[in-house]
């Protein structure tokens, strides 16, 4: 089977934004934003692709001598230009009549949204994720069953995921690991700093789906908790990882308390199988609950609980300050905790599942159901 790295399901959904608004993609390194900018040209010609780090490109920009006739500009890395929110906001009021725009660039852009010129009212922003077991499935023609053990070992970015071999994958990785850390992660530090923040992404690797104490980490790294909570952020900043608090109505209080760190790329794990299954789940919730914020515009955010005996769910989806789903991953085990039926009668009617990757049979016990995650992972929203 032929697979390809252009098909991505997000496609559809843009396509038919840039008909009505500026558009804002946004995602992490090498998650497929070019090529899927590259892809919707084609339903644009005539099309302009203008990258800021192009420097003839970059002259273009600063003279806003693009084509007028483009019924598609592409902005790519505009975030690297100096006052680029006032140059957005004077180039989409400014365009042609029926002229669409897509602007692209890496997560960090949803950091530098904050302050000087607005946007509002002009943009719908949409964020690009690595592959899922429904996009997979959706696009590639894979099973679900097939889908998830692809991620699981290649991860879920195009070029590894989609690689002949998975040697190729681990090559991509290797490389992707160093490029990340010498050059994004300079954009918010400096150089002296960046083999400590090599030394913080290995450590995260080889702790996923643990509580993070920034205390702990900073006497590891000998450096202050400050310190290390600004790494923490930095890597959070540019979708290397990200956070899952523990749920609570009160957000700040959820936001004070130990936070689980999961890569954004199961394929970073350093762990075991069902360290890699945690992560993936992890990563594809958040794909979900992304989707539905930027789809549907609902308030839908991943946590987990945990209490003070240490008895924990995994994941728990809320919408607003009501608990939807609670959700526990297992690599094989099929029977519930009792917590978890505490919990699924506490939070009642929420949807309570115990996701097993290796299960002979489904089950309903109680309120909690026992579901093949294949299957369960290719119904999320994205």
Sequence with gaps: MTLDPSHRSLATAVRRDLGRKLVVLTGARQSGKTTLAKQLMIDFE??????WDVPADRSLIADH???????????????KMKEWKSFLKGAWDGRSPEQAMLVTGSARMDTFRQGGESLAGRYYNWRLHPFSVRELVETQGLSAEQALARLLERGGFPEPCLADSAVDADRWRAQYSTDLIREDVLDFSRVHEVRTLQLMFTMLRERVGSPIKVSSLAQALQISPTTAARYLDILEALYIVFRVTPWHRDVSRSLLKEAKVYFLDAGLVIGDAGARLENAVAAMLLKHCHHRQDAEGKPVALHTIRDKEHHEIDFVLAEGDAITD?????????????????????????????????????????????VEAAGWLAELAA
Excluded: C, T
């Excluded at 297992?330 to 917590?339: M, N």
């Design 65 to 79: 001598a693009w084509s007028p006739k483009a019924r598609l500009l592409v902005f790519d890395e505009i975030h």
């Design 326 to 370: 609670l959700i526990e991953v297992k690599l094989s085990d099929p029977v519930p905790s009792a917590y978890l039926h505490r919990m699924a009668e506490r939070f009642a009617p929420a949807r309570a599942v115990q996701v097993v990757d290796e299960l002979r049979q489904p089950a309903q016990r109680g309120r909690v159901e026992v």
């Design 46 to 51: 005539p099309a302009q692709y203008l990258n």
